[in-house]
């Protein structure tokens, strides 16, 4: 941790936050330059540290140089995790499918669904049974009529499911029937969700928030693992930036940065991303070049009838067209799809 | 709403956009231009009708003519909304002043800053029992300690509180002492929360998201506000940008903009808007001048002692002074504070 | 083109919308909703039209429908251009491999950079001779003595070279000496600069605005088009975020959405977009699978001594490896590289 | 200048760079910690140093501790600048008022303006005659034209005019007309048409790039004051953020930012900022409240006859209402206007 003081503090204010900081047991390291002086300071309790002495009279700025996450990091766990549901492992050397449609609609919509992802290759069924929706008077999800639907595609199909939780009150419920809970972006740093996450011992696909920094979405999953559940997948599905052609801006870098600070696989999800469905195949595409542990695709039998996100959805044969050209450039990348 | 055909979208795939909408009781305008067909449509389902058409084949885009809220909205009522808290009023005359700490630390700490706040003019006392923090390792709040060391305050010193709910599970506890609820920037779009709100008969105080549009901050004040409780206070606290000198970007035009939109009060918070202290009072003055209805600022005894946002909090002695300018300010502007 | 009236605008001023529409030579479709009124316009003066009714009274909003750009779109010409340098064809199926140091730092090092990426594959040279520096104590660039520099490099390689471009004054003396100019990021909308390009018969490569959308790009692209010069190739660079841990944030998407709206080529530079040389190889393999025509890398025959860029450029053996694995994904995309 | 070695360095890394700062005259402080190593170095070459040492094997970051800028800083220069135009004083007490048109059109609309905006209070006229357009098919601006009839209104009313030059060739024919000359948005970091205004010995409007943080706005202004002219005038105008109900988002935190920073006078321009009429007013108060030195505000005689930014301007009425709410706020902040 360095400690910049302002050009006009005086030795009195260096030594209050040299002796604060000496009191919680960093070692000092001093210099003064001719404007500024700087103190280094090595330690353990460092958040702790940073915010006691931020607020120090003479204090210009503090600048830390470890990064704050610590489980979640590759310098605490070298080797990849690999998060395993039945047979699916995320992290392994085969790209995982994740697809099928925003919302559970009916039985008939999701049956379809899940029988037509299946058939076109996917490893992994997805619906949403309890939606967070912009405005409170559209579709909110069929809840646990919606958990019991998607229970039944997984019994035909063989498929196991992720959906998403929204309330910390609900976990225990969709925990009882899902095979990997998903934390959506607006949840991200619903830290009450998080840390009974945490508890639960179901994988977790962690989405980014809509404007979370890299370092914030590994805090987010830190404090899952922190909980005692290791079982965490992180998802990339676009952050908000000024531009409006697509819905979101994949930030397609984010996935080797993660893969250089974390051991917890990554996966891509294309549809929030771009909005667009035309867009999608290009962005899975890329999204496996530069190294995701996989993909989850909205895809839908009927995506005009779609009571949410239809405009991003494929329908089955343009997911079964997507995937056809995923396979070989996971082979071309040294994995398989 | 409008919904503009792809340049290729022959008759058959006008039509069956128009079909659809006409059967969920739309009236329909059609106008063919050389290159784009473009179909008005009037009527009552406009969310779903959109979402529904979004995804047809042939569709370019859908283009919302009237905003999504309705009852925030100043359509909906015309007249100004005033929240009452006690004798305070959230869309009166007077600006309304609410000061503390980040966080309820201990007894002393409060209490110290609950005088010294209502000593320096203040209206309304802020502090943190729940707390939402980046790191699973940093002080998480004292919780129902900390309402009870709140209520004590203001036994103390008559000044109503306000504090945040995190989790749904909480509001009856939290509601059960504070006087205004707060939903923190984070839970902007946790809905399970919003709803839960709109059942309680207790101001609710909802900040900006991180990276909300004025839109969805006003899609989730319909949440609650729809849910039953009309006691919404909008809370502009910046948002999140490319500019890295402040903490976050203040929206000033966002003060003018809502109140263009909405019947309901709006206030600001200078100090997570800014991050730091020393900008807190020019940031202050500008949301007065805004129009802004209150002043949310963070107050600490010993800022440099403070657990969390010490950079941010003015100490009491820096909080009179900037009261002294609000004063002649507000007057400038036809009101007091 | 359709004008949204506000919710208390009367016939009168609706009717003065409407005639000066009409005065202008558009065909108007009148459609009065209960809350507001919608007049849908077709003609061919939409820019000025546009402008023109915007600020009149009552008017709430003016939608357009078709894009702003005309000869850089599908829509104009739906053949996609290829633009040629020597025997490289940029948006044939060969991505094109652009490669050579931030900027000409002296005749031993360009050239030293100019075989090292020859060896390992490169078909184009870069190299900054004027260079825009958010500094004025920074190295400015080595002027016409670097372009010189820079054609010794083609006649010794055979590699054709492309430099950037920054005064209208000086853009005879670039295209005397290089093959394609280069407008960098800042000077996106230098219409000065875009114009005068528009009339010199060399290629130009257009990066993207450090904060443009792909709409005002592809306006960009319409300056030097409409001027004359059909030999534009777009070049994604990295638009500006939020997120600091990459330099910028490549918006990989966009490639898939130029190339649905517009006939140019595009390429993409993964150097400036991540700032940081190891994230380079994944962000490259991204791009290419997105469907990028070329690739932009910074090179420097000894990265810790250059005096620009440092950071972000490969070393030759690292760029080797890199194209070691472009080439079998752009197999695998049914290109080659 | 902080250096922050990766975890991996091993000691001769470590001393190659540190070995490579002493040969550049720094002096060193080595710190180090369990999992990195930090090198402190004070010295001269700072900006070259840590280009040098950024891209050297084993190093994680830089960090720099001193601003960039120098001259334009307030740590070079303590008193506040005051830039003087005739009798206007910008960073005096009074709060400058500049208005008109975006663009000269024609010269009955020019004079028009200028003699409304006098008639209403204002300083200074403002009036574009080159005129950088998004688009090259919308109005480009009457050239000398514009600037002979700018002179023209100079005569007629005493109000000393501001007006845009966007090309290095033009400075000379635009300062022999104008009083001051601006540097709009887009032209922020044109460095070739800074440098060259650094020559002329006129006071310059220096706008704040599109998505320019605050720091290269002053790198920006540091180019004009290195190559000689003192006379900049910064203003904010807006910043490029995902909010889309304004054009911009003003960024009212940056004028205290500023002032905290640099000598400066800051003034704001609250029509771009918002893009719509009827908020400058609220916005104007704010900014005046944060402590701007001045407003530039788009006052059309007839903004729905407006050939560019009609939804911005206010009509002289309006200029005049917002002027007189404007006059009690800067005595309340002790100045006057």
């Given at each position: 941790m360095i400690v910049v003081m302002e050009p006009r503090a005086n030795d009195q204010l260096v030594n209050s936050v040299v002796d604060k900081l000496k009191s919680m047991g960093f070692d000092i390291h001093l210099s003064k330059g001719i404007e500024k002086t700087i103190i280094g300071a090595v330690g353990e309790r460092r958040a702790e540290a940073a915010q006691a002495v931020?607020?120090?009279?003479?204090?210009e700025k503090v600048v830390p140089i470890?990064?704050?996450?610590?489980?979640?990091g590759l310098q605490f766990k070298s080797e990849r995790t690999v998060v395993r549901v039945g047979q699916v492992?995320?992290?392994?050397?085969k790209i995982v499918n994740i697809a099928g449609p925003c919302a559970v609609e009916s039985r008939d919509q999701l049956l379809a669904a899940a029988k037509a992802v299946k058939e076109a290759g996917a490893d992994m069924l997805r619906g949403g049974a309890f939606k967070p929706r912009?405005?409170?008077?559209?579709f909110q999800g069929l809840e646990e009529e919606g958990l019991k639907i998607l229970a039944e595609a997984r019994e035909v199909t063989g498929l196991p499911f992720v959906t998403e939780v929204v309330n910390p009150r609900d976990i225990e419920l969709v925990a009882s029937y899902a095979d990997v809970l998903q934390v959506g972006t607006r949840n991200m740093q619903n830290y009450t969700l998080l840390k009974e996450l945490g508890r639960v011992m179901k994988p977790v696909i962690l989405k980014r928030g809509l404007s979370a920094t890299i370092e914030e979405w590994l805090m987010a999953a830190e404090y899952v693992v922190s909980a005692g559940n290791w079982n965490v997948v992180l998802c990339e599905r676009g952050i908000r930036t000024f531009?409006?052609?697509?819905?979101n801006t994949l930030d397609v870098s984010a996935i080797p940065a993660v893969r250089s600070l974390s051991h917890l696989p990554v996966i891509v999800d294309p549809s929030h991303a771009t909005g667009k469905s035309k867009l999608v195949p290009a962005v899975s595409l890329a999204a496996v070049a530069a190294g995701a542990d996989g993909l989850m695709v909205e895809v839908h039998p009927n995506p005009s009838e779609a009571l949410s996100d239809g405009p991003q959805s494929l329908n089955p044969e343009e997911y079964r067209e997507m995937l056809a050209k995923v396979k070989p450039l996971a082979v071309a990348m040294g994995r398989w799809a």
């Open positions: 931020e607020a120090m009279p003479g204090v470890l990064h704050p996450f610590k489980l979640a492992e995320f992290g392994g050397t912009t405005s409170p008077y559209t531009e409006t052609f697509t819905r």
